[in-house]
C-alpha cells in the first residue's frame, strides 16, 4: 500500500503565494515521477508540475514562471510553491507519483487532494 498525503493550500489574495507538499509513504521501494494536477469545478483535470527523479521538471504553460516544484528524494516528498496567484489558479491540487513497490511494478498513486482558493 503505498499513500500520498497533501498538506498547505487554503485561501490566498490575488498576487499572494502559498506552498503545498506531499508526502508519500508505504511500501515504497523507489519513486519515480511526482507532480501536481489541478482541477477546478467544471473543468477538467489539468497537469501543473512533475518532477523526476534526477530533478528534472515540466510545467504547464499556463504557470511557468510562478510556480515552483520540488522534491527530497530522503523524505519522499514533493513541493510547489505558488506565486503570484491568481483566481483562475483556484482548484483543488493534487499530488501524484509514479511508485514501485517490492511486488508492484511502478504505478501511479494520488492523494486526496487539497483546495487553493485566490480570492479577494
Known amino acids: 500500500q503505498v499513500q500520498l498525503v497533501e498538506s498547505g493550500g487554503g485561501l490566498v489574495q490575488p498576487g499572494g503565494s502559498l506552498s503545498v507538499s506531499c508526502s508519500a509513504s508505504?511500501?515504497?521501494?523507489?519513486?519515480?515521477?511526482m507532480g501536481w494536477y489541478r482541477q477546478a469545478p467544471g473543468e477538467q483535470r489539468e497537469l501543473v508540475a512533475r518532477?523526476?527523479?534526477?530533478?528534472?521538471?515540466n510545467y504547464a504553460d499556463s504557470v511557468k514562471g510562478r510556480f515552483t516544484i520540488s522534491r527530497d528524494n530522503a523524505k519522499k516528498a514533493a513541493y510547489l510553491q505558488i506565486n503570484s496567484l491568481k483566481p483562475a489558479d483556484t482548484a483543488v491540487y493534487l499530488c501524484?507519483?509514479?511508485?514501485?513497490?517490492?511486488?508492484?511494478?511502478?504505478?501511479?498513486?494520488w492523494g486526496q487532494g487539497t483546495q487553493v482558493t485566490v480570492s479577494s
Open positions: 501524484y507519483a509514479t511508485v514501485s513497490t517490492p511486488v508492484i511494478r511502478p504505478t501511479d498513486y
Open positions: 508505504g511500501s515504497i521501494f523507489r519513486i519515480y515521477t
Open positions: 518532477i523526476t527523479r534526477d530533478g528534472d521538471t
